[in-house]
Structures are given as C-alpha cells and as structure tokens.
C-alpha cells in the first residue's frame, strides 16, 4: 500500500478514528484508552500500531508504558495532501523553465 | 487543548537556468506550469498571478475571466526570494483571517543550475481543522484526492 492509502485505510475504520481523536485531545497510553473506549487493550494496542505506521500518531516509552500523542512531522490528511500537491507543482515548474525559451 | 506544531512541508528542485530565469518562471510566469487542476475557478484555470511586490495579490484568473485569491505576496527579493501567504483554508476557501507561509529561496549554483527551495510553514494554523479527521474526510479530502488521482492517471 501507499502512503496514501495506509492513512486513508487506518482512518476509515471508526474506532480507529475515534482513537486518533482521542489522542490528539491528549497524549495518553493504551491502558488510559481502553479505561474510556468499550475496546480490549489488545485491540487498541492493534489500531495504534496501525495510526503509527500512517505516521498519524508516535509513541514515547514512559517507564513501563509508552504514551501516545499525534505525529508532529505528520498532519494527517492534510499533510499528505500538502507534501504531494508540492512535490507535484516543483516538478511541473522545473518541466517549464527547462523549456522556456533562452531569450 | 492539545497543540501541535508540525513540521514545515519542504521541497527542492534543481533546475538547468540561471537565478533570475528560475525566479522569472516561477513568479511571473506561474500560470505556465502550475496544475490545471489545483483551481478554485467554476470555469478552469486560466493563468495565475503573483503581483511582485510586497503586499501585491496572488490570484488565479478563470477561462470565464472570473478571479479567486489564494493569498498575497508578503516579501520579493528578485532573484533570490519570494515570501507568500496562502490563505486557503482546509476547505480550500480564501479565508483572509487565515494564514500560512510559502517562502521560495532561489540558489545558484552556477552561471546556469539554481536549487529552488520551497517552504510552506505554520501549518499549525490549521491545527483544529487538522485534527477534526473525521470532519475532514466528510468534507472532502478523500473525493479530492481521488479526483486528483484520476487526473494524474
């Protein structure tokens, strides 16, 4: 899968949604996640992995916990959107002043 | 309320032109080579203006001849910067309370090679849109992207 399709694929599901939201209202750890949500620890533990790997969330160890918190490189949907609109508008500008007439 | 402070999204190309060429292309001649499909515009882009200058508009003009803003120039150092303000918001609305920065830095590295640096920062400014996900998928970003990923194709 792409970049693209990860982050889409982790934030389609609803539980995985409302984890993300959850954790960008505040940084906690999947034992505080699952004292709030009607979700097993294994499971959100499962969905955290997978908003980690869209690089929608990061997780820091905290003695024998890690916290998670949203990806300060990352912006979600927005990000990826913003990093391939860019990358995009650099190549088609490098394509024209390659072409331009030296005159 | 949890802040976040995001990364800026940077981006270099090097192009075969001088400083001034590379700086000419990309702000004066910008509708040549921006997407056609990156358009605000009813009746499909027709060019897009930088007016060079501090404080001068950046906009993009439709077939119709109809004009929607997309920020403003903040700062034009010819051939060596650009500092613009895009004020699109996550809904791709101009929104003139709101704010980001692209600065572009031209820099040669020869009589006929320039690295063209670009920047688009305090992408902060969209924190609360950002992170309302669920909002935002509804609100459009998978129909755009999948919209642009059929343009592409």
């Known amino acids: ?103 | 309320m949890h802040t976040i402070e995001p990364a800026p999204v940077r981006k270099s190309v090097t192009v075969r032109a001088s400083a001034e060429k590379a700086f000419d292309v990309f702000v004066n001649d910008m509708g040549s080579w921006w997407i056609k499909g990156h358009s605000l515009t009813e009746s499909g882009q027709k060019t897009v203006v930088v007016e060079a200058v501090a404080g001068g508009r950046w906009y993009e003009i439709g077939n119709a001849g109809e004009e929607r803003d997309w920020g403003h120039v903040i700062a034009c150092d010819r051939p060596n910067r650009i500092l613009l303000a895009w004020q699109l918001n996550a809904d791709f609305t101009f929104d003139p309370a709101f704010h980001t920065e692209v600065e572009v830095l031209f820099e040669a590295k020869g009589d006929n090679e320039t690295t063209v640096v670009l920047e688009h920062r305090q992408l902060a400014n969209y924190g609360a849109k950002a992170q309302d996900v669920g909002g935002m998928l509804d609100s459009g970003w998978g129909g755009l992207l999948a919209s642009y990923a059929a343009k592409v194709a």
Request: aromatic share 8%; no cysteine; glycine share 4%.
């Open chain 1, 1 to 103: 899968m792409t970049y693209e399709d990860r982050l889409f694929a982790a934030l389609a599901d609803p539980t995985r949604r409302a984890i993300f939201e959850r954790v960008a209202g505040q940084r906690q750890s999947v034992a505080e996640l699952a004292r709030t949500m009607p979700v097993s620890q294994p499971a959100i533990s499962q969905h955290l992995k997978i908003l980690k790997e869209a690089r929608l969330v990061r997780d820091v160890p905290s003695g024998a916990r890690r916290i998670y918190s949203i990806d300060p490189e990352g912006l979600g949907p927005l990000r990826a959107w913003l990093d391939r609109f860019w990358s995009e508008q650099l190549a088609a500008f490098k394509a024209a002043v390659e072409t331009a007439d030296d005159s």
